[in-house]
C-alpha cells in the first residue's frame, strides 16, 4: 500500500483527502480515499480519540454535520469512500462493485494503521451506515482478536434483504447461482423516491455530488448482492464483537412507491424490524435505539429525529465509549 500526501477535499478547507492504494483487480487500479476533518486552532488537535465513518451502497461521505458532531465531542474525524464509490470512483469501475465483502478489510486496514499509527490515536470507533454497517461490522468481528476496535456505531444497518421470506430464501438461491457464473446481470435497481426526497434539485435540502450519489441509482448487480446476501448469512450465524456496539434505526418501515409521503418520517429503503431483531447478533453489549420519525440515514433525518438521533448517540457515547 502505498498514499499520496494529504489534500484539501471537495467540501472545502476543513477537509483533506488521501489516497490509498488498493491492490488491482480485474477492471485494473483500485483505491480508497481516506477523508480528514482538520483540527481548528482550538478543536480537537491533541485528542487520542478518532472516529472512522463508513457509508452506505449509492452513498458517500458528504454529511458535514456528523463530522461537527464528533468534533464537538473531542474526536478526530475521518471518513472512507471505499473503492469504487463517491471520490475513489473511476470511469473504469464499475460503480460500487465487489463480488465479495473481505474486499473492504484491505482499506480498512490501512485507514486504522493511519489512524492508530500514523496519527497517534489510542481509541477509534467505527461508524457505519446501512451498507457501510453490514461491512464494518463483519470486519470488525475478524479482527476481534486485533483491539483495533473500541467502539462501533451503526446507523440503519443492512442486516437482511427487505424483501418477502420467498425472495429472501429461493431468491437468495437463484442469486447465489446467478452470481457466481453471471455476475454483473443486472438484478434490480433501486427505486428514486428516497433520493428525490433528499436532493435539493428535486425538493430535498441536502446538497451533494449526483455523480457520486445518483438520484436514479446504480444498477444493483448479481455479483455484487451475491456478496451481501453471504454477509447476511455470516451476521445470522452471530458474531462476537468484543466491543461496545450502538445500534439506531427508525420506528417504522414503508414502501414509498405505495406511500411517497412516508419518505419524510419513515424508512423506505430497509426493513427496521430486521435491523433490531438481527442486532442481538452482533456481540454481548448492544444498544438499540428506535427514532421516533427517523429515515434511512438518520443523521439526514427532518428535526426532531435528527436531533433525537443525535442526543442519543452523545448519552451512549459518553457511557461506554473508553476514555
Not at 437468495?172 to 457464473?181: D, E, L, M, N, R
Not at 451475491?226 to 468484543?242: K, M, N, S, V
Amino acid at each position: 500500500m502505498s498514499t499520496t500526501d494529504p489534500d484539501h477535499d471537495v467540501l472545502g478547507p476543513d477537509y483533506t483527502t488521501r489516497t490509498i492504494e488498493l491492490a488491482p483487480d480485474a477492471e485494473g487500479e483500485v483505491h480508497a480515499t481516506l477523508v480528514k476533518r482538520v483540527a481548528g486552532p482550538d478543536g480537537e488537535a491533541a485528542s487520542t480519540r478518532a472516529v472512522l465513518y463508513v457509508h452506505g451502497f449509492i452513498d458517500y461521505f458528504f454529511q458535514t454535520h456528523l463530522a461537527e458532531f464528533w468534533a464537538d465531542a473531542g474526536y478526530t474525524f475521518y471518513a472512507l469512500d471505499l473503492r469504487k464509490y463517491g471520490r475513489s470512483l473511476r470511469t473504469h469501475h464499475t460503480p460500487n462493485y465487489v463480488t465479495s465483502l473481505h474486499e473492504y478489510d484491505e482499506e480498512l486496514d490501512a485507514a486504522v494503521r493511519i489512524i492508530r499509527e500514523e496519527d497517534g490515536h489510542t481509541s477509534l470507533t467505527v461508524m457505519g451506515h446501512s451498507t457501510g454497517g453490514l461491512i464494518v461490522s463483519l470486519w470488525a468481528h475478524r479482527r476481534r482478536h486485533d483491539g483495533v476496535v473500541d467502539a462501533l456505531v451503526l446507523n440503519s444497518p443492512w442486516f437482511d434483504l427487505n424483501a418477502n421470506l420467498l425472495l429472501r430464501t429461493v431468491g437468495t438461491a437463484v442469486i447465489h447461482q446467478v452470481g457466481s457464473f453471471r455476475p454483473h446481470t443486472e438484478v434490480s435497481k433501486l427505486g428514486q423516491e428516497y433520493g428525490r426526497a433528499l436532493h435539493v434539485s428535486t425538493g430535498g435540502p441536502w446538497e451533494y455530488n449526483l455523480e457520486w450519489k445518483p438520484i436514479e441509482g446504480f444498477p444493483v448487480l448479481a455479483g455484487w448482492l451475491r456478496a451481501i446476501r453471504q454477509g447476511h448469512a455470516e451476521l445470522g450465524r452471530g458474531l462476537e464483537l468484543p466491543s461496545p456496539v450502538f445500534v439506531a434505526c427508525s420506528t417504522r418501515s414503508a414502501d414509498a412507491a405505495k406511500h411517497p409521503e412516508a419518505v419524510a418520517d419513515a424508512d423506505v429503503v430497509l426493513d427496521v424490524e430486521h435491523i433490531a431483531r438481527r442486532s442481538v447478533k452482533l456481540g454481548r453489549c448492544v444498544t438499540l435505539v428506535r427514532i421516533t420519525g427517523g429515515i434511512h440515514d438518520l443523521a439526514l433525518s427532518a428535526e426532531p429525529a435528527r436531533a433525537e438521533f443525535f442526543a442519543e448517540l452523545s448519552r451512549w457515547e459518553r457511557t461506554y465509549v473508553p476514555r
